[in-house]
């Protein structure tokens, strides 16, 4: 059943979210630049022009050949350059551009063109300047969105809506791997000691990877992207950053960008960044995506009620939530590990061993937000955000 998170069979299923060309990465040795040979280029004055870096989910990040959205590898996010005049004054002044799909297994290759339709812009952390980050959708020459355009059915989603103002947290949960494959600061023949000491941790012994996180924060911030916090997390060099609150759809485009910028920095620091829901087995903290939802009538006087009538929705729609909350899901959400079992629905309140957690502050205030803590690390947070508002808000 959909609620043990059985992948659909297809041409793509044997794919691992989060661990792609795990096999050839292993023999990758990168070259790290030294700063001063960057920034000889990197300093360049270009004039009046503006470098818009176009990006968008390729076919493996946005997959519906199951028949509802799948998000097989939330790391197949693509980009290219675009050269403009000048600064663009709002996202109505970027041109609309196009890809060739049958590249990244969007389009057949005797019809390959794909359009980009720019939805967001954010400053480049990377370039500096008027530079752009131009989120985009996909869409048919004829202008019709493309199977793995999970934004367009979000937005019509959220516009239903948008009266009642709703808002996400999420946290982002990811291991930081070496190109080897090996979390950051594990023994190549064993294991740390046991988890514990990580959790919000400091200590050369016990955190690795924090100048990346910090790196990414900072480069997240810089973009405009509304990143809450970060922290270390359960399982040694396993990390978290929060984005949000995010008003409806802004909530899947800053998410998705920040996977981007992530991306971007890997390169730099030479680490690789997994979002594998269970990167190592056994007693080990799985990677979610924890989703903090909320409506204006949640947050207002009587708020509590709406909540709790939110969570038999959620109980009738489990499974079919579960299905687009993660593949591989299964096997972080056992009953251990700061998990309710996948083929069980349950909420309490300030308990992070149920399905859905009710803060102890939305109880005693009668109104706030609520956890959905089944989402692993590799959801697409268009389907997720939008699936919660059609079950709370819709039905």
């Not at 041109?95 to 967001?120: C, H, I, R, Y």
């Not at 990811?174 to 200590?203: A, E, I, V």
């Not at 309490?348 to 109104?367: F, H, L, M, Q, Y």
Request: some cysteine.
């Amino acid at each position: 059943g959909l609620a043990k998170g059985k992948v659909c069979v297809g041409k793509r299923a044997g794919l691992v979210a989060g661990n792609r060309n795990a096999s050839v990465t292993m023999s990758l040795h990168r070259p790290v630049l030294e700063q001063t040979m960057k920034d000889k280029y990197e300093k360049l004055d270009i004039g009046n022009k503006v470098i818009a870096e176009y990006i968008w989910l390729g076919g493996l990040a946005a997959e519906t050949e199951c028949g509802y959205p799948e998000c097989l590898d939330p790391t197949d996010i693509r980009s290219k350059t675009r050269i403009l005049d000048s600064k663009p004054g709002s996202i109505d002044d970027l041109p609309m551009w196009n890809f060739d799909g049958s590249s990244t297994m969007q389009a057949p290759g005797d019809d390959s063109e794909v359009f980009l339709k720019p939805v967001a812009m954010y400053k480049d952390p990377f370039r500096g300047g008027d530079n752009l980050l131009v989120m985009c959708e996909c869409y048919t020459p004829q202008g019709e969105a493309i199977p793995s355009n999970t934004r367009a059915h979000a937005v019509e989603v959220m516009d239903k809506v948008a009266d009642q103002k709703p808002w996400f947290g999420i946290e982002q949960e990811y291991t930081l791997l070496d190109l080897d494959g090996y979390p950051l600061g594990w023994p190549k023949s064993g294991f740390p000691g046991s988890q514990g000491p990580y959790y919000c941790g400091n200590g050369a012994d016990r955190i690795f990877g924090r100048e990346l996180c910090d790196a990414h924060l900072k480069a997240c911030l810089y973009a405009g992207l509304k990143v809450s916090g970060t922290n270390a997390e359960v399982m040694m060099s396993q990390w978290e950053y929060q984005v949000g609150p995010c008003v409806g759809i802004e909530s899947g485009d800053q998410m998705w960008v920040s996977r981007y910028i992530m991306q971007r920095l890997s390169e730099d620091y030479g680490f690789r960044v997994s979002f594998d829901v269970k990167p190592i087995p056994g007693e080990w903290n799985g990677a979610g995506c924890h989703t903090n939802f909320s409506t204006e009538p949640m947050r207002n006087e009587g708020g509590y009620e709406i909540i709790k009538e939110c969570m038999a929705k959620l109980e009738a729609k489990h499974d079919e939530h579960v299905r687009v909350y993660g593949i591989g899901n299964d096997k972080r959400l056992t009953g251990a590990c700061e998990t309710a079992p996948i083929t069980e629905f349950s909420w309490g309140v300030a308990n992070r061993g149920c399905s859905v957690r009710i803060p102890r502050s939305t109880e005693a205030d009668g109104k706030g937000y609520f956890e959905d803590r089944r989402p692993g690390s590799n959801i697409d947070p268009y389907v997720v955000t939008s699936i919660l508002v059609e079950t709370c808000c819709l039905d």
